[in-house]
């Protein structure tokens, strides 16, 4: 349920006057304070709880005056792992719209408080697609039984028509919000649809283009980029920015008997001596960003063209590898 | 000027005054204007009977009875009130006194009583007569913290308040010691003669009957009735 | 006049005693049934606002009143629960906005509320200090626990065990306060506010320990079996919630078994409220759905019924007091026959004497009157915490 409220005045000057004295040493690191003097002008307080969901809502408010704020938390690492400060808890709190993604990503909804009228999980318009995981571990202690936190994979984004229903989620939200602009708001999701559409059409050349040859993938991450698009992918658990240990190569090349890869996709790229190892090993490194935080350059759409620009200058080159040995 | 002319009282018995059988007649009582005078009689003769026929605080049965202008047998009891108000001064043997008033209130007790003056003049009236019996220092004390002579003085103080045209003094000396007794005998005797008021003073004490100018028995101005119609 | 009231002021002050018995027992022959119909109107007035403020309450079938009680005021003593089932349930209805309420524990005798933050919208209630929690393990707490117990943000406080033998049940659980709520007058200044999962985490379904890889956790396992750990129960859980091991916290079991004593549904209109209302007709799967007003009407009107009887009461004892006060002055008037006949000789009329008397009859009934009236204000003033404070425990 999404509460169709609109933030009052008295209620931004305390945010303000609170994050304020509360926030002095943090605020350029939690970046909330920044957010405050543009939100009081506008139409109301929505927080996107990751990158992408956050790009959903910019570009389905852009152009709209008095359009309600969007604001994305700063945190730094694994945004999985991020637990809200204080001040952050409090513009989640006070936040017209939080705009949520669901299966798993925000395993610190446990842990908060905060209005469930005011949450809106993209999550739950894919109930049926969604893909679960069974890589937890399991523990037991005492007669209570075991328990583990598994759920489902929740990169829904990097299959552009996934990403189009979780856009279209939040373009409904946001309608729900502030029924003024729900026209614009459809109009400018509209144009982003076709650009993912798109984007989806240039994936699936590369992809059909590859004829399901074994691809290995750094992490698990991109359960629902394999599916979209029949990728013949395996996935390992390699840091980029860490050199693998040696049991790491010794099961990579137990991996390649049964599933002989030639690329190998990362979220990031990897150190130089870990792709030219794999270059040694006859495997091309190619980074797919998953953009779950916000990229140093650019914005969502760019950098997924980048990461198809890459795969196709990469798949190529592997295709007349291949061809040519 | 108190003037009785065949008067009739007769004493009554209980709540409701039923007639008791016993009488007094006076057929005439005179004591004229500015005159000290003494009433003497043994113990039941009839002499408070009388000073209370005098104040109008007893009505007789017949007769008349005449202090200066007043009618005293004929008023009525509003008349009679502010007669004894305003008109008499009395002092009494067991000096009444209430004890839950100071000694200067005491002695203010007829302007509560009356209403009238301003508190300021009766104040300063009540100061000076404390004062001319030396007990202005005790102006705030209670009646019982003082000796039997200074409460009877005390008393003569609030008969004196009004500057009464008569005083009557029940044995005020009764329960005094010899000094006392003349202080209070000469404070009246002063006070009648200063104002030309007349004193009319009931008393045992055969010293002092000298200082009167008058004396008279009881037995010699009221006859004693007796009988059923009494 | 003057004279009059003088005379009687100084006859009364100067007889303390009696005039002090005497006011006295008109102070409460006034006082007392004047403080008991404002006490029960009072409190029935609030009770009311209260319960008129919230439409429905939904909760374990049986009595109606302990429900109202819990859910209202945060009274009981072990409370029959129902499952969290019953919220999902009821929330896909649609016809309600449904809050959950898991009253059932204590800190040093103060509720501790279990909810979301939905409560607070509903009752009108605001941070007066501090701000509102945010993570599980705060909490925010009423104005009078805070008064009282000298509290404020920054402080803790812990739960207390459900009995003193309780070694293995009920964990304690320290809380931190970051907010303190407005007073406003009502049973929420007098608990303390937390998320209801925070509650869960107090009975016990859910608790944080040391992270099963972490070295200090060795001497705990078990057994390591591929993807399975087991740890026997020397692992250290943790007895308060901090950012530190937050992220360790986690809940056994289904959620949807997780208990609530109650919850609150707020209707949007009549008709949704009707629909809801013959939902839960049937008292099926052990729930009810009660109407706070209703139920607490009831409960008054066996209170009003009471309060007329002890008034009746307490007028008779008036009217003996009345009677002995009368014989008291007429007593008076006798032993100060002398006095009048002084007065009367120096020339108080009989109209004088019977106003000094009735001056001094009115002295004593305007100070017993006036004083009961203090004592009625200044009571009904502190009645109300009092009140609420029975209502809580």
Redo the contacts between chains.
Sequence with gaps: MIARHRIAGLRWLWLCISLTIAACGDTERDGVSGVVAEASASGGLVVASNYPLYFFAVRATQDIDAAPEIVLPDFDGDPTEWIPSEEQIQLLQLADLVILNGAGAEPWLELVTLDRRRLSETAAALADRLIPLHDSVLHQHGPEGDHSQQGSAFTFWLDPQLAIAQAQVVTEALALLTPAHATRYRQNMAVLEQELMELDRRLADVFTNWNDRPVLFSHPVYQYLQRRYGINGASLHWEPDARPALSGWADLRQRLVSHPATIMIWEQAPLPDTAARLASQGIVSVPFHTIGNRPTQGDFMTAMLENAQRLETVFRTDDQRTDNP | MIDIQNLVFSYRNGARGEASGFGMRIEKFTVPKGISAALVGPSGSGKTTLLGLI?G?LRPSAGSINVNEWEISNCS??AL??F???Y?G?V?QTF?L????TVI?NVM???????SGRKAEKLERARELLASVGLESKALSRPDALSQGEQQRVAVC?ALFNDPALLLADEPTGNLDQGNKQKVVDLLRDQARRHNSTLLMVTHDEALLGQFDMVFDIYSVAASLHGDSI | ????L??SW??L???RAKSTILVASITLMLFLPAVTRLLVEDSAAALTARAAQTPLVLGASGSELELVLNTLYFHAESPPVIDSRALSDARETGLANFIPIYARFHSQGVPIVGTTLEYFDFRGLSIANGRQMGLLGECVIGAAVAARRNLGPGDSLISSPESVFDIAGVYPLKMKIVGVLEANGSADDEAIFADVRTTWIIQGLGHGHTDLDDPEAAGTILNRRDDMITANAALTQYAEITRENISGFHFHGSADRFPLTGVIAVPPDQKSAALLRGRYQANEAGLQLTVPGAVLADLLATVFAVQNYVILGLAVLSLATVAVITLVFLLSQQLRK??FQ?????????A?IALLIASEIGFVFVIGFVLATGLTLVTRNYAMQILQSFLTL
């Design positions: 104040a605080t009891e509003n009130v502010k004894r108000l305003h008499v009395q009494f009444e209430l004890n839950y008033l209130e007790l007829p302007w509560f009583l009356a209403g609030r | 006049m003057s004279g009059v003088l005379l100084r006859y002050a100067h007889h002398g006095e002084t007065l009367s000789r120096i020339g108080a009329s009989r004088y």
